[in-house]
């Protein structure tokens, strides 16, 4: 059976942060865009899920912060750090410039269902679930379209320009042959989550112990637990068995101690496969890549998602004209790179210094003191701003300029 054709203006592959926010502005700006998600739903648990002041002010920018805010999040407003006994708020988000001063933990299908609906209101946006791309279009050395298989045979669909948004492990950036600098983590994470009581305190904590890094995060009825270890040491975790995972846990946080059975068996914990990389060039004629399809983050300071969204704000605001005018050169693509890649650069640099200097040296056992910088700021709170707005807000924060096409209601 012969592939079904689509037509569009562009062409987004991968239907995460950077995917939706990138289609929702080109529709909203007039633009065709159709959006492949190889998924069927964006159901997906243990994502990337915090939407730091930087996202939450381009929602107000777009008139969308007021009904963002009526679903299910939690907020939080200091982020806080204990190495042995000393517990430090590292960063006071309440004193930042922006409408909210707070990150709020939202599930990331929830983040994506709600641009979803917005977009579907502009009749030139499309969203094609369970669509996996698997080939580019090339002709004449150029990307002109993709060719993708969904539950109903394949889907061929051609345009001026596609945009890779499909993530760390990017088929885009594979099938375009463009060439990766790896970083290096030492670390990989494991995800679960454990019952919430009302005795449990309120913070979202990162805590530090010899051998280990433990991150809980509060989200209301439940907390979401980062466990942290060594790269490649999930073989070595199974090997030593479940009950002694939960003893672990349970010595990292005492009042988890009577809930740790709740990790019933080892399908409860997700493992993330850490990387740090980055596009060397993040286009070709045709194609652009953005997110972690252009720069894979650490979740060291949880930024991926807004730096992916800023990506996004800046590939619209700089390619929503060209598109329109149906003339895509790739200067134009190396406007977005040029415009996003002191950030992203900037903030992995940060994050890899943070990875070899302090995580990997806990968990290799080495004891566990609060480095310089972290006792600076229990001293001096004024300090606290500084980490508060580069967790915030971000290295080079963007606004929407796109404009935006009247729909009817």
């Known amino acids: 059976m012969a592939a079904t054709a689509i037509d569009t203006r562009c062409c987004i592959v991968g239907g995460g942060p950077a995917g939706m926010m990138l289609g929702f502005l080109l529709a909203r700006a007039g633009i065709d865009v159709v959006v492949l998600e190889k998924h069927a739903d964006f159901l997906r648990d243990f994502r990337g899920d915090t939407i730091h002041p930087s996202t939450l002010e381009l929602m107000h920018e777009l008139g969308l912060l007021t009904d963002f805010l009526k679903l299910p999040h939690q907020q939080v407003r200091a982020i806080k750090v204990r190495v042995g006994d000393l517990e430090v708020t590292a960063a006071d988000l309440s004193h930042l410039p922006t409408r909210c001063q707070f990150i709020a933990f939202m599930p990331q299908w929830d983040f994506l269902d709600f641009l979803a609906a917005k977009a579907r209101a502009y009749p030139n946006f499309h969203l094609e679930m369970a669509a996996e791309a698997v080939e580019l279009i090339e002709e004449a050395g150029a990307v002109v379209g993709v060719r993708a298989q969904t539950p109903n045979g394949g889907l061929e669909v051609r345009a001026p320009l596609t945009v890779g ?6 088929t885009v950036r594979a099938r375009a042959r463009l060439t990766v600098e790896e970083l290096g983590a030492p670390m990989d994470v494991l995800w679960f989550r454990l019952g919430r009581q009302q005795s449990d305190p309120d913070d979202t904590a990162l805590r530090f112990a010899p051998g280990h890094v433990f991150i809980s995060i509060n989200r209301g009825d439940y907390w979401q637990c980062a466990f942290v270890i060594p790269k490649g040491g999930i073989d070595e975790v199974h090997r030593a068995g479940l009950p002694r995972f939960r003893d672990e846990v349970a010595s990292l946080v005492p009042f988890f101690r009577g809930r740790v059975t709740e990790i019933a068996d080892w399908e409860a914990v997700k493992l993330l496969t850490v990387r740090v ?11 652009l890549c953005i997110g972690d399809a252009a720069h894979a983050m650490s979740p060291v300071g949880g930024v991926g998602i807004n730096l992916a969204v800023q990506d996004a704000v800046a590939a619209a605001n700089i390619l929503f004209e060209p598109l329109r005018s149906g ?7 190396e406007r977005v790179q040029r415009r996003r890649l002191f950030p992203a650069a900037l903030t992995q ?41 580069l967790i915030g807000i971000g290295v080079r924060p963007e606004h929407i300029a796109t404009p935006a096409i009247a729909v009817s209601r």
Do not use: M
Not at 277 to 287: A, N, V
Not at 327 to 333: G, H, M, V
Not at 368 to 378: A, D, R, S, W
């Open 327 to 333: 003339r895509i050169d790739e200067a134009s693509l």
């Open 165 to 170: 948004c499909d993530g760390r492990h990017s």
């Open 349 to 389: 640099r940060g994050q890899v210094l943070i990875q070899n200097n302090i995580i990997a040296g806990v968990l290799g056992g080495s004891a566990v003191k609060p480095p310089l910088p972290l006792k600076l700021l229990h001293w001096v709170p004024l300090l606290r701003r500084i980490p508060a707005r």
């Open 277 to 287: 990389d980055r596009l060397t060039r993040w286009y070709r004629k045709g194609l």
